[in-house]
């Protein structure tokens, strides 16, 4: 049996999923290869580049131009559209996945996030493959949005309905198997228009434990030069700047915390520190795991305030280093942690909300990282996620002999 995972990019959450489903499934014995647009390098074997297999340099030439151009003429279709908070995503792509070497060998396609590089009136129309599609938002069945809180429905509307019935078309012709990390996405998923009563599995993301485990603060604080007396926050996104990771709602939530000692630490893209926060400590962007895992083991709590999302890689990665998660009650959050148990819920999502819930922390909660370490290497080992996608992909062999 021989899977072909498909991701646009080799970086942000999606990417990060695809690659520990596929590095599991490898130690599981299983077949599995990744297929990328981007040239990004890795050191997770079998990951190819869809640049790797032009035959010819002007094909080469032509695909480089494409990836190009591809979300550029994405910007430029959307033009007198108001900007979209979590993306918007369109159904046409120049690139023809059917004809990739990789694709023609597997016996599963497993679809990721692929927007931009799978086009899908000519991938559907041409597929003989079984399909399995990990829905890491909801664009894949929906008009293109990827999400749905503060996206402007009345300004899209007609693109929508555009775009959705493109995709009713396509997805007759296929039978897909859908996965959702969380239930919270399942339950999205399966309430979508684009496929009527459609059925969704239920596979939460794994997280690599080898990796991810608890450390000693006061020796991880020392190799990171961070202050081990002081009371760390850890505020961590890709790209810092996108609306809908919350760094807006946070330094609201922090500018009055009046917490003695109190450090902010904050990793990711493109932030500028603005005038009047608590004291801090900026790390940039940081892509090693294993010194993310110091990064989290150096911290006293993780904070992430996105109002949604669907099963954050980033709380799975702090629960396996024993460090408790402040997060909004939305989305997959409220699946990952208990409240009072491995962190602290929010009830609502305001920056006064966030606050009480850190001040909430501090002064009356004691958190056990072994233990919140412990349960969370039980659930989300890459081993358990593994196991479970290939039980899936032997139920739908099985069922095609």
Known sequence: MKVLHINTLLRGGAAKACLRLHTGLLRNGIDSKVLTLDNT????PEVYSHLSFCNNKFSKISNQLKIKTVRWRRQVRLLGYPKAPYGFYLVNSPFDITANPLYQEADIIHLHWVNDFLDYPSFFKK?????????????????GQAFEKNFPFDEYQKLIDQQSAIKKECF????????????????????????????VHHIPNSVDTSVFQPK????????????????II????????????????????????????LLLVIVGRFWEPPAKIPPYRYLGNVESEAQMSLIYSAADVYVTPAIEDNFPNTILE???CGTPVVAFNTGGAPEQIEHGVNGILCQ?????????????FFRNHQFDAQKISADAHQKYDLSVQAQSMKTLYETLVASSE
């Open 234 to 261: 850890l505020f961590v996104a890709s790209n810092i700047d996108e609306q809908h990771k919350g760094m807006a709602t946070f330094l609201e939530a922090v500018r009055t915390l009046y917490i003695k000692d």
């Open 318 to 320: 702090s629960l396996a």
């Open 348 to 360: 609502n999502t305001s920056p006064q909300a966030l606050k009480n819930s850190m001040l909430d």
């Open 127 to 143: 597929n003989d493959k079984k399909i399995v599609w990990t829905t890491h938002d909801i664009s894949p069945v929906s008009g």
């Open 41 to 44: 390098p890795t050191d997770v």
């Open 216 to 231: 000693s603060k006061e020796v991880i604080c020392q190799q990171l030069r961070l202050p081990p007396d002081e009371k």
């Open 172 to 199: 007759d012709r296929q039978s897909i198997t859908f996965v959702a990390p969380s239930k919270w996405m399942q339950d999205k998923i399966s309430q979508s228009d684009v496929i009527p009563n459609i059925s």
